[in-house]
């Protein structure tokens, strides 16, 4: 692990001018490629939804000549798009809060019992690497009412549900798809976080006195709270996008209880074949991203200055 | 790597742990394990009002999907665009990950902000765009398309992770290949990144993953030529006559690659994820 | 190609005619071709119209998309026949339904479509021919048609739902009807003597039949026009309800969603699929119904006519032998039944839309449909009433009462039991904005199914929408 190390950056030297520059130069250079592809392919890209957004509501996907605002006005005096918005934000509270307190919990119980094993580390990994839609068709299949796996021994044991057919219910199971599939990968990165975590100071603490549950809640955890954080930020950016599992599971029924933001943006241009409305979604969902972003980094820098 | 642990845990405590762990494990693997099952369950069995775990296994699911699906196209496909995606990506990261490794750390933070931002763009709202222009380009239904639209997600979390991984690698480095004589593009080529080989790995394989398990971009964007395998299991999903042993089946067919590649090179995908944890 | 070539291929194909010439005419009673190499004859004067057409036009390739559902890919696997005759081979991208008309849209809405031909249905039509999508076929048959196609074939019922303000824009494929199958076996171990004619019927026999390992009845439920309106619509018609009051001159006024014809029907499909269906199918499209049918968890379905060859089929379906169908029942206001037809329709940016039409003529033509519909994949609803009468059909279709029960499903249609509005053509209504407002309706409509909210104010909301646009 000498490589991954942290290590600290070297003492800044007192470089001639000529040398600043032409080490400038370089960078600059090696920096241009990535800038090019970036600015070409995010920027033409949210601009041509601009466009489209201040055109008609209906429309066609070929930009016109601007016509002011009104798909904002629209979206914004409309339920729906709150509706979908609050769904998101419901999902991603959800999902993230148990992918994280299963994750943690079960790591550092896993760090006590079995460290450092590989046969769990493959265990733990495969199900992140499966196809998003894969997983939905196993659960569709699995959920299937009376006689999916889930249904049947649940029934067994007097629990009746229709899964996909009541709106909680069904918004619970594209939380519960996502936590099965994402957990044991939270897992995972929260192990090698606390590999980071001295054996010194967990003995100090246990010295002092402090049990188990008390060493992790007040010395493990703090010291691996920018880990967790940014960990919650990977899962957040492949979350906001869930898309397979609605697909396959409930289309955004039963009614819109499952039409989450995505989803309601995808309804919007191909079930409705609105292009301007669905792009002034676009630019929406893309403005909530940021912000998200924003308050993620935010949130970890303070929790790395402390 | 070894390591003494004062466990701190009583007899008791232990055994709810391993109760906890169990529940979990039981509850991460018996969806796919009953999944695979099904996959060799004969069609009437597959069909029973209960879920059948006792059953003489057949590959009569797998023989029928052979026969009227055609994989071949989408597993090339996918692999096309997924080992290109991921070339693709770490070309344009790994210099622009040393750059700003080596360079001030205050542009970095914006870089970070920028790239993540990148990495977070909903597809929805750049796959219509990228269809109407590819259209015009001439580029629709073809890899090349699904290459460019992977592109800012595959370089920014690229970019992201190699510069942890970079900064990892000591500048007495840098400066003994300068003393060499040598470039900054030598340098990173021949030097650096070979040093960093685990963190190159972890970005292929996470950009390599990214391509493969797009769903939404190769729905919009390809057809019946570039189309690749999440959209292959797809098709089962809207078949009116598919049973569900076959759809299982073409499920296990097409999650195999990818469990493959988990067992083998796992430890560089998790390497990679938790530097840029671990940063 | 070189004029030496042109000439060759066209001197080959010269003889060829000549020589099919002769086979022909056996070949063409009855339907069916030797076989998918071979396909199905179109008569001397057709077919030489296509070679000729072909080498004029000297196109390569069209592009194609199309459902994946039996009527395309029966047309698919003839498809190497065209090519024979044309020279103009045709790439053909197959989707699920939803993921089609998605790929339909974006490709035509682009402005520069990546399609040439594309498979569309008769709710959309007005849709994508308001927004000047879709190429006028009238024009195109002005200038050149094959001998022997003509929209008399189709009839007029047909026809009409593939025009937009007088103007054809698709050529027709099949017709979208539906009816009840149900489980022969499952009726006469519960004594059930004739299938219910009435809902009240329907009703009480669902009541009878359903058990913990056979649910009576599936329907689709799925919040979609496609789903959840294309089923019940007729049984809100057939309680007397209706979506508008009025219809003249192709267009709609007056909401009269919310009606208690309208709850009432409404009621009784949510009720049937609580308590009668197997749980889960409050939230079910037309392959989770399909399957439920084929894997014997129910004993009746409401879908398509078009399954009737799968439902039969021991290859597809592990009910085989046991299928029998019933017309829709009858309500206070008169029977009806689903209806729309899918076309082919020709890309108006497509800058092979000569090629293109001549494909069309061909995939719509009688001789190709009467092959289709009887051929290996076949699918049971083609749309010319001569092919129903047919040997062809009648070998291949005629398990219990299926012929005639389509055929009485497809006059209650002509009779114009389709939409309870005089002079309406459409079984949906035809509006440009129906995808849209369709959507939503079916979203506010079936939450009343699932029983989140009452029937009544289901109906409310959904009419809040139709009235709100």
Partial sequence: MTVLDRHAPAPTRRMSTRRRAASAAWRRAFLTPLLVVLAATTVLPLLYMLALSLGPRQGQLTVGAPQGLHNYRDLLTSTAVWHALGLAVVFLVGALVVELVLGLTAALLLDRLLPGNPVVRTLLLWPAVLPPIAVALVFKYLLQGDVGLVSYYLAQVGVDQAWLTEPVSALAVIVAIDVWQYTPFVILLALTALTAVPDEVREAAALDGAGPVAVARRVVLPMIKPAVIAIAMLRFIDAIQVFPTIYALTRGGPGTSTQLLTYFNYQAFFGQLQFGYGAAIAVLVVAFTIVCVMLLLAWQRRAEAS | MSRRRTDGLGPVAKVLAGIFLLVLLAFFTLPT?????????????????????????????????????????????????????????????????????????????????????ARALPAIGVSIPAYAIFNQLGLNDTIVALLLVYLPYNVALATILLRVFLDGVPREIDEAAAIDGAGPVRTL??????????????????????????????????????????????????????????????????????????????????????????? | MSDVELTRRGALRAALAAGGALVLPGCAAGGLGSGPASGPSLGAAAENYLRRQGEKLGVPSISLLAYSAPQAEAIHQLAPRFTDLTGIAVNWTALDEQSAA????????????????????????????????????????????????????????????????????????????????????????????????????????????????????????????????????????????????????????????????????????????????????????????????????????????????????????????????????????????????????????????????????????????????????????????????????????????????????????????????????????????????????????????????????????????????
């Fill in chain 2, 189 to 279: 080529v021949r030097v650096i990144l070979p040093v960093a080989r685990p963190g190159v790995a972890s970005v292929g394989i996470m950009t390599f993953l990214f391509a493969w398990n797009n769903f939404l971009f190769p729905l919009v964007l390809t057809g019946s030529k570039a189309a690749t395998v999440p959209l292959a299991l797809q098709q089962f999903l809207g078949s009116y006559t598919l049973q569900w042993n076959e759809v299982m089946a073409g499920v296990v067919l097409l999650s195999l690659p990818l469990i493959l590649l988990a067992v083998t090179l796992g430890r560089y995908l998790v390497g990679g994820v938790s530097a840029g944890s671990v940063k």
């Fill in chain 3, 102 to 469: 998605n790929k339909a849209a974006v490709s035509l809405g682009s402005g520069s479509a990546s399609y040439d031909v594309v498979h569309l249905t008769s709710d959309l039509l007005p849709t994508y021919a308001s927004r000047g999508w879709l190429a006028d076929l009238d024009r195109l048959r002005r200038a050149g048609t094959v001998p022997g196609w003509g929209t008399s074939a189709y009839g007029r019922a047909t026809t009409d739902l593939l025009r937009w303000k007088d103007t054809l824009y698709a050529a027709p494929m099949f017709l979208g009807t539906q009816l009840f199958y149900y489980r022969t076996d499952v009726f006469r171990r519960y004594g059930i003597g004739t299938p219910p004619r009435t809902f009240a019927e329907l009703r009480e026999v669902c009541a009878k039949v359903h058990g913990t390992q056979l649910s009576a009845i599936a329907l689709r439920s799925a919040p979609s026009p496609s789903q959840l309106l294309f089923v019940w619509s007729a049984w809100l018609y057939a309680f007397g309800g209706s979506y508008y009051r009025r219809y003249a001159d192709g267009s709609y006024s007056g909401v009269a969603l919310d009606s208690p014809a309208a709850v009432r029907s409404l009621q009784l499909y949510g009720t049937l699929l609580r308590q009668y269906a197997p749980t889960g199918a409050t939230n079910w499209s037309v392959e989770d119904v399909t399957r439920a049918f084929t894997t014997g968890r129910v004993a009746m379905v409401q879908d398509g006519a078009v399954f009737g060859g799968t439902f039969n089929d021991p290859k597809s379906s592990q009910v085989a032998g046991k299928v029998g169908t019933f017309v829709i029942p009858s309500g206070t206001a008169g029977r009806f039944v689903p209806y729309n037809c899918h076309g082919w329709g020709v890309a108006r940016t497509s800058t092979r839309a000569a090629a293109a039409w001549l494909f069309v003529q061909w995939a719509t033509v009688q001789a190709t449909l009467t092959a289709a519909a009887a051929g290996p994949v076949g699918f049971s609803t083609p749309p010319i009433a001569t092919i129903y009468t047919s040997r062809s059909y009648a070998k291949k279709y005629g398990f219990d009462d299926f012929v005639p029960s389509v055929t009485r499903t497809i006059s209650v249609a002509e009779d114009g039991n389709v939409s309870p509005l005089r002079g309406d053509p459409n079984y949906l209504p035809g509006t440009t904005d129906w995808s849209t407002v369709g959507q939503q309706v079916s979203e506010q409509l079936s939450r009343a199914v699932t029983g989140q909210t009452s029937a009544a104010a289901a109906v409310r909301a959904a009419a809040a929408v139709v009235s709100g646009r």
């Fill in chain 2, 33 to 117: 394990l009953y999944a695979v099952l099904t996959a060799f369950q004969p069609p009437l069995v597959a069909s029973r009002p209960s879920p059948q775990w006792l059953f003489t296994p057949t590959l009569d699911s797998f023989r029928s999907l052979f026969v009227d699906y055609s994989f071949i196209g989408p597993l090339l496909n996918s692999i096309q665009s997924s080992v290109g995606s991921s070339l693709l990506a770490v070309v344009i990261a790994a210099p622009a990950a040393y750059a700003l490794s080596r360079g001030r750390s205050s542009n970095a933070g914006a870089m970070g902000f920028w790239l993540l931002c």
